[in-house]
């Protein structure tokens, strides 16, 4: 069974989903009952989602005159404009932004996305690498049936790297 989604206010089981689609971006909000009626959610005309977020984890007593170091914005600037002044933002606000992005996604660092050949090459790479630390560590200690396997796979991973660039 799937968990209910939960305010991003108070935690409370949501019942009202919000959707706002600026510049071809997403932003989603679940809220209570409760936390809907006290943000005026029910007149969506003066409704912010930015302005939200900000509510549902800053307040003017836990910003504490915070200002990014690069741009001089600060969690107010953001709560009117939608976004961010510059990249160094998104460091400046960590501690204020980490429970925002936690409650909404499945954690707080993007990890990207790679392609799969490009992962696959990737593997045999560190593979090779590890080999070959392993054969001259065999080498080393005079393991020398080691050492054969060792190179005899580093042989077999090159061929394997050749293939894939052939590709």
């Not at 005309?45 to 003017?60: E, I, M, Q, R, Y």
């Not at 160094?88 to 050949?117: E, I, N, Q, W």
């Not at 392993?134 to 393991?143: H, V, Y």
Request: proline share 5%; charged share 30%; net charge positive.
């Amino acid at each position: 069974m799937a968990n209910p989604l939960k305010c991003d206010i108070c935690s409370k089981p949501a019942t009202v989903h919000l959707t706002q689609i600026l510049d071809n971006k997403v932003h989603k909000v679940d809220l209570c009952e409760e936390c809907a009626q006290a943000k005026g959610v029910t007149d969506p005309s003066g409704f912010s989602l930015a302005d939200l977020l900000l509510k549902a984890s800053l307040n003017p007593d836990t910003s504490g005159g915070i200002r990014c170091e690069q741009c001089g914005f600060s969690p107010n600037d953001f709560k009117k404009l939608g976004r961010f002044g510059c990249p160094a933002c998104y460091g400046a606000f960590k501690g204020l932004l980490d429970p925002m992005l936690d409650g909404m996604h499945k954690g707080t660092v993007h990890s990207g996305k790679v392609p799969r050949r490009a992962l696959e090459r990737k593997s045999l790479y560190d593979r090779l690498t590890k080999l070959e630390v392993d054969l001259g560590e065999a080498i080393k200690a005079e393991r020398y049936e080691d050492a054969a396997r060792c190179r005899d796979e580093i042989s077999q991973v090159r061929q394997a790297v050749d293939q894939k660039q052939l590709r």
